[in-house]
């Protein structure tokens, strides 16, 4: 199993200012390329991967938003506008939960008001967790087990604070390479590494 999970720091949690949002400052289309990266391939959706998307610009409580490759059913292409109707979709149905409550939106698809920090925590009890960074070790000399989560963010970096909690977690800094990718293309460099072991 191989989990992603995108700490969307600027994506708004309301499902019309999200779309409003789309090529804006916000830039919510990176949720799209990232799920679009983590769970499909030509023809079919990858197998055994979890994709956690934790939106975070909120006036109550961020969203996380579970999709799950093994359960989802056809979502109608994978095209931004369908892949953030999702998102959308999650969104509406997650209006007026309370703290860390949890939603069915769809086949594979729930949504629940938790944080990453808590995410994480629950995450790091049984996944070897990988903070996706530059200045980290190579991804060609890490050695992986049966469930690893690797942890990325949208265009706003990780503040200081969550490296050090994360770090305490037992996570460990990953680089791609000196090149400031987006965390769409270090899924997919993820994935290749990954399905050459
Ligand atoms: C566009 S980057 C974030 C840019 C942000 N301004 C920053 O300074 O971290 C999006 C995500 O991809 C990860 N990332 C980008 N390039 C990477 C690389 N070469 N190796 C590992 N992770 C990378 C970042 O750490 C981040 O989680």
Redesign the pocket.
């Known amino acids: 199993m191989r989990t992603f999970v995108l700490r969307a720091r600027a994506a708004p949690t309301d499902s019309h200012k999200l779309l409003a949002a789309i090529g804006q400052e916000a830039h919510p289309e990176i949720l799209a390329h990232t799920l679009m990266n983590a769970i499909f391939v030509a023809q079919s959706h990858r197998a055994d991967v979890v994709v956690y998307l934790v939106l975070e610009s909120t006036q109550d409580y961020s969203r996380t938003i579970r999709v799950e490759a093994n359960a989802l059913t056809d979502i109608g292409g994978f095209d931004e506008r369908r892949l953030l109707a999702v998102v959308a979709r999650a969104l509406d149905a997650s209006v007026g939960m309370g703290k860390e409550e949890s939603r069915p939106v769809a086949p594979g698809i729930t949504v629940r008001t938790v944080s990453f920090e808590r995410l994480v925590q629950e995450l790091a009890e049984d996944h070897q967790l990988f903070v996706?960074?530059?200045k980290?070790a190579p991804i060609r000399e890490q050695a992986f087990d049966g469930k690893p989560c690797f942890l990325?963010?949208?265009?706003?970096?990780?503040p200081k604070k969550s490296f050090h909690s994360l770090e305490r977690l037992g996570a460990k800094k990953?680089?791609?390479?000196?090149?400031?990718?987006?965390?769409s293309q270090?899924v997919v460099l993820i994935h290749h590494e990954l399905d050459g072991r």
Do not use: E, K, N, S
């Open positions: 996706m960074d530059r980290g990325l963010t949208d265009h706003i970096p990780m990953i680089t791609l390479g000196p090149t400031m990718l987006f965390a270090c």
